[in-house]
């Protein structure tokens, strides 16, 4: 069984610092790992999406880098920012066999909150 | 402006009232699923559908129901609605291969007296 999980919960940090949220999951057969962010009381909304055959994707302050072998990803935030305050979630794209897609699999997200 | 709309964002109701959560795309989507979010639990998915008429049971399906006549809506069916129901509830979509990120919907505030 699928299980994702991101430490840590909760991270404060002045603003300005660079920082790295971590995700790691249980099986490496996977499609894809996608980053989001949440902020309270809205949706989820897309940051990045890494395929299972890439090794990191970029947008702008935003890293992440995806090592399937070992189930981890991170996601890099440079320079951050007050606006960057959210909660980051990570899912993963499971494989699933029978001809049905796969499912997003969640973990519980981190709560970011960067200082002013 | 390409986006997953639900309605309605806030529904407070009672035990057995059946309700229906609406969501619908504009980006020509064929793939479409439901999720609920609840503390210490995360984002579980609840249905999901490929394209018109092709629905499937997610991880949390009982006590909800799903169709997909259209392929732009994909509607949330709560036929008796019961408290363990309360939830936050996310719609989402993407083009039909795997490989696609999925877009979210803003969520839909469910809570069940």
């Known amino acids: 069984k699928q299980e994702v999980t991101q430490i840590p919960a909760a991270l404060s940090v002045p603003e300005g610092e660079n920082l790295v949220l971590n995700c790691s999951f249980t099986?490496?057969?996977?499609?894809?790992l996608q980053w989001f962010r949440q902020d309270p009381g809205k949706g989820l909304t897309s940051l990045l999406l890494?395929?299972?055959?890439?090794r990191e994707q970029t947008s702008g302050r935003l890293n992440a880098s995806l090592d399937k072998s070992s189930g981890r990803s991170t996601l890099y935030i440079a320079a951050s920012q007050p606006g960057d305050s959210a909660t980051y979630l990570c899912a993963v794209r499971r494989v699933e066999y029978g001809g049905s897609q796969g499912n997003l699999i969640f973990g519980k997200g981190t709560k970011l909150s960067v200082k002013p | 402006e390409a986006q997953v709309t639900q309605n309605p964002r806030y529904l407070i109701t009672v035990t057995g009232k059946k309700l229906t959560v609406t969501c619908s795309q504009n980006m020509n989507h064929e793939y479409m699923s439901w999720y609920r979010q609840d503390p210490g639990l995360g984002l579980r998915q609840i249905y999901y559908s490929m394209n018109v008429e092709v629905t499937d049971k997610g991880d949390v399906p009982e006590g909800y129901k799903v169709s997909r006549k259209e392929k732009r809506n994909f509607p949330l069916i709560l036929e008796s609605p019961s408290p363990n129901q309360t939830s936050l509830y996310f719609c989402a979509s993407s083009r039909t291969s795997v490989y696609n990120e999925q877009f979210f919907g803003p969520g839909t505030r469910l809570t069940v007296l």
């Open positions: 890494i395929q299972s055959s890439q």
């Open positions: 099986d490496s057969a996977i499609y894809n």
